[in-house]
């Protein structure tokens, strides 16, 4: 069936990401917005929009019914479901396909096999694809366990099973000192929780997140495009991904996205999806399969040049993908970071504000997926990502140096973003190294400090307030309403109050 | 002409003259001279010994917030003594939010403990409750307002 218009159920930067591969296929764009986003670019820049109403999320972008009847009414023969909300839902999915309206992602099979963790590692392990060693069985004998534990390799993680917050958590560093170890996490577990019961896992030093983007057409084509690593996290949540990994050498890197192939072979998966692993020392271990678009597929489509949109398109429209393995090469290094409106300064505080402008950039191969614009309002109600910076360049120095300066220049004024944070990670020398494991932003955390103005740097400052304080600016009052105010006054009359 | 501003919190002290070609600032004992080069519409670009650089200004709710060059900052006017005094007895909002619904008005007598505000953020209902008993000298929101965290949201007085 060939897909002439597409409802986009989502909302900000993914839904103009879609809509702009739309344009460049002929494709007819829905989309729809709840009343508090009707300001949004999401809900005027595409072909029709349509109002969810007033109320929570649930009421609006996750309410099925209202969306499909949208669908139905629009004439739309497509729904692309974005990451989040609904991409990953299968009562949805098969509500859209029994409409008769082809649903831009995975079966709902394949949906459901991978949303179930530990039933999608026991299939995944036994196709071969390696697991982080482990025992989680009911045998506690202490012989036994110690067995378990020289097969799995040191430093070995003892954990309580019905454990939480360190406690009963012993990392044992040789064979020697495993059953000292496992007895004190036993006394552990038993006086905290009430059960002796421990599992026992490899302990990961040095782990890293990385992963393969995965496409696969419903004529046997499964391809990959290779990796993205994604290891620095702030409370597991991604802020800055990179392609190629520093961490593979073309060995590796040819047994992750094969090994990865061979999941998706194996479930004769159709779409987009992206499989999960955890990489320490060489070694990579299956994690999970997201079954959706991915946030930080900007990268993958930086450094292959394929528009990964537009194959799930193809994908659900039937078609036959006509791209060889062989042919999707990695370009380049491309770099990723996920602009909040946070305070890092602050436990990462979600910051509001509205947006009276966006910087700009003339560099080449910058690329800003956002779903604000200026004079729009940044409320707590969603997610605080404000927007995906991408830069590519030639290697991963040059990105890295470039990332930096677009950084700079690409301000938000009128609220507090997480840019300097970002700024002070990818300057840091362990950044550079390519040391970037999970813990990162934990480990360095007193690096990553705002760092302290200069007596110069403070003149500056004051100098461009002097220097515009007296000047009329074309700036919203924060209310969006496009009154002329003067910054100086504007602090003092609040002060008034 | 002497002035006082908070720069990123901390109290800073500074002399600033500005003329239509230059603006000087004098801080902590040390003058710098900068040469305004280009004045766009809402930017200004700045230079300090031939060194170029851009600033911008935006209003953030009781703030300013300033950039210069790959510096940024936030600027606010500090609160006189008595005013801070006032403002200490006043509750605050714990994070950013909506006011979702207001329970005093202006004049009313409050205990330590009532109810005086309801802020919604991060998804949850937070009860903003009177920290000692006495009058309520001015509500400082309405409801839909949006508010920062750590702002004062209702003066009370005795």
């Not at chain 1, 064979?175 to 599992?199: C, P, Q, Y």
């Not at chain 1, 515009?468 to 700036?475: G, M, Q, R, T, Y």
């Not at chain 2, 005086?116 to 006495?134: F, N, Q, V, Y």
Request: one cysteine or more.
């Amino acid at each position: 069936m060939k897909i002439t218009k597409i409802l986009i159920a989502n909302r900000a930067e993914i839904a103009l990401r879609v809509i702009s591969t739309c344009k460049e296929m002929g494709i007819k764009t829905v989309t729809i917005f709840s009343e508090s986003d009707k300001h949004l670019p999401h809900a005027y820049l595409s072909d029709e929009s349509y109002s969810l109403g007033e109320g929570t999320i649930t009421d609006t972008y996750l309410n099925k019914e209202k969306i499909l009847e949208i669908a139905k009414k629009s004439g739309a023969n497509g729904v692309h479901p974005g990451y989040g909300f609904l991409s990953e839902n299968t009562t949805f999915s098969k509500m859209v396909t029994e409409a008769g309206i082809a649903f831009i992602g995975p079966r709902p099979d394949s949906i459901e096999m991978m949303g179930d963790k530990i039933g999608s590692k026991k299939v995944v392990e036994k196709i071969g694809v390696p697991m982080i060693p482990g025992y989680h069985g009911d045998n506690q004998d202490a012989a036994f366990l110690q067995n378990e534990a020289n097969k799995i390799g040191y430093p070995v993680l003892i954990k309580a099973s019905a454990g939480g917050g360190g406690k009963g958590m012993r990392i044992v560093e040789k064979e020697s000192e495993f059953i000292e170890n496992l007895d004190a996490a036993k006394r552990e577990g038993l006086k905290s929780f009430g059960d002796d019961k421990v599992l026992l896992e490899k302990y990961l030093t040095e782990p890293r997140h990385i992963e393969v983007q995965m496409m696969s057409d419903n004529h046997g084509n499964h391809l990959h495009f290779f990796e993205r690593e994604c290891s620095i996290q702030r409370r597991y949540q991604k802020v800055i991904e990179e392609s190629p990994s520093i961490a593979l050498d073309d060995k590796t890197r040819k047994e992750i996205c094969e090994a990865a192939v061979k999941i998706t072979k194996f479930m004769n998966y159709s779409g987009a999806g992206t499989m999960e692993f955890i990489f320490e020392k060489g070694k990579f271990f299956f994690l999970e399969m997201n079954t959706r678009l991915q946030v930080e597929h900007p990268i993958t489509e930086m450094v292959t040049g394929f528009d990964l949109v537009k194959l799930q398109i193809l994908v659900a429209s039937g078609e036959k993908l006509n791209i060889r393995q062989e042919d999707i090469k990695q370009k380049g290094h491309s770099i990723e970071v996920r602009i909040y409106a946070e305070d890092p300064d602050q436990g990462f505080m979600p910051t509001i504000g509205t947006i009276q402008g966006i910087g700009k950039t003339s560099m080449k191969n910058v690329r800003l997926d956002t779903g604000f614009a200026p004079n729009t309002e940044v409320t707590v109600n969603y997610d605080p990502m404000l927007a995906k910076l991408i830069v590519w360049s030639e290697t991963r120095t040059e990105a890295i140096s470039k990332m930096l300066k677009a950084l700079d220049e690409i301000t938000y004024k009128g609220l507090k973003t997480n840019r300097d944070y970002l700024k002070r990670i990818l300057a840091h020398k362990s950044f550079h190294a390519g040391e970037t494991y999970t813990s990162f932003v934990k480990v360095h955390a007193k690096d990553l400090e705002p760092k302290v103005l200069t007596v110069e740097d403070k003149a500056k400052l004051l100098a461009v307030f002097v220097g515009l304080e007296n000047k009329v600016s074309s700036v919203g009052s924060g209310k969006t309403e496009s009154a002329s105010y003067n910054v100086w006054n504007s602090i003092k009359e609040f002060r008034n109050v | 002409m002497k002035r006082k501003i908070l720069l990123n919190g901390l109290m800073t002290e500074f002399e600033a003259n500005q003329t239509p070609t230059h603006i000087e600032i004098m801080l902590e004992g040390q003058k710098f001279l900068f040469d305004k080069k280009g004045n766009l519409e809402d930017q200004i670009i700045l230079s300090l010994n031939s060194v170029n650089f851009k600033g911008e200004t935006a209003s953030m709710y009781s703030q300013s917030q300033v950039f210069a060059g790959n510096l940024e900052a936030v600027f606010e006017i500090p609160k006189n003594k008595a005013k801070a005094l006032d403002h200490s007895a006043g509750p605050v909002s714990p994070m950013p939010g909506k006011v979702f619904k207001v329970m005093v008005k202006n004049g009313d007598k409050v205990k330590k403990g009532d109810g005086l505000m309801i802020l919604e953020a991060m998804k949850m209902e937070h009860t903003i409750k009177a920290s000692s008993d006495g009058v309520v000298k001015k509500v400082l929101f309405k409801e839909g307002d949006m508010v920062l965290g750590g702002v004062t949201l209702v003066e009370i007085g005795n």
